[in-house]
């Protein structure tokens, strides 16, 4: 959000959005899982006036993100004919592997409008999550003056088999989470300069002892900005690798660098409380 470059790979699972006109006045919203039916709503057109909704609170998020559209677009749902969407998510909705950021960029290619643009009005943030649903390999990404920059790399390291992705037990909200880092955060311009000289660092190196000290140190230097304690001295105190923050910090995935086998792996996690692991090439979509 505030200019330094992040390294960032989009996820082989994702998200699709089918569209059928119905003419019944209606906007009918069905969002699905690999569990099944998840949330389910109904809007009036072209008020957006909330019919039936199975979660409140879902269905005036997701009125925002139309509305929002509807700003943007001179004839995005501009008639009161009547659409049934169904969206298909291919993970958990509480995995946070982006839920919200592929559904903003279906929304957007469906209405015709700038994604990036459609992201910041609804929900704010630096718009990675963005680049990752039209990425089809790793990226460095930053802001610049307000503008994102996307430079795809090859990251496929020679270790990625001791790399995981454990899950913390607990979505966090992107929005609650930019909140905080607007209210509380110290950082200088030196620190911004250090992060993105780490990001570009973790691409290029090919040894997994420099990339667990290039972790570690990246973790170090945002504890210190945002005044909280590494997720490693929380949870993984007793872990020899390197523990990483993603995303929201403290919530949803961490990655984890492991010399053990994924068995091996999964029995130290689960004696910790943490069930569900990915190894890396699982969910890294590398590209070519």
Request: aromatic share 12%.
């Amino acid at each position: 959000m505030e200019g330094a470059k992040a390294l960032a790979v989009p996820l082989k699972p994702g998200q699709s959005l089918k569209v059928s006109q119905t003419g019944t006045g209606l906007l009918e919203w069905q969002a699905k899982s690999p569990d099944g039916l998840w949330f389910e709503t109904v809007y009036r057109l072209p008020t957006l006036e909330v019919v039936k909704t199975t979660d409140r609170v879902m269905s005036e998020q997701l009125r925002k993100l139309l509305q929002n559209a509807t700003g943007l677009s001179d004839s995005f749902l501009t008639n009161d004919k009547g659409w049934s969407v169904v969206t298909n998510l291919d993970f958990n909705p509480q995995y946070g592997f982006g839920s919200s950021s592929t559904l903003v960029y279906c929304v957007a290619r469906w209405a015709g409008i700038d994604p990036f643009t459609l992201q910041w009005e609804t929900f704010g943030g630096s718009g990675y999550d963005i680049a990752c649903a039209d990425a089809g390999k790793p990226i460095i990404y930053r802001v610049s003056e307000g503008k994102p920059e996307i430079r795809k790399v090859d990251f496929s390291p020679p270790f990625k088999e001791n790399l995981f992705f454990v899950y913390l037990g607990h979505k966090q909200q992107t929005t609650g989470s930019i909140r905080d880092f607007r209210n509380n955060a110290s950082y200088s311009k030196s620190d911004v300069g250090k992060i993105s000289a780490i990001t570009e660092e973790i691409v290029a190196t090919k040894k997994l002892e420099d990339f667990e000290i290039l972790l570690n140190r990246h973790e170090q230097i945002m504890s210190e900005i945002l005044g909280l304690p590494t997720v490693k001295s929380l949870y993984f105190r007793e872990h020899e690798g390197a523990v990483k923050s993603l995303g929201a910090w403290g919530g949803d995935f961490v990655l984890v660098t492991a010399r053990q086998s994924l068995q091996e792996f999964k029995q130290q996690m689960k004696k910790l409380g943490f069930n569900i692991i990915y190894p890396f090439s699982d969910l890294v979509l590398s590209g070519k």
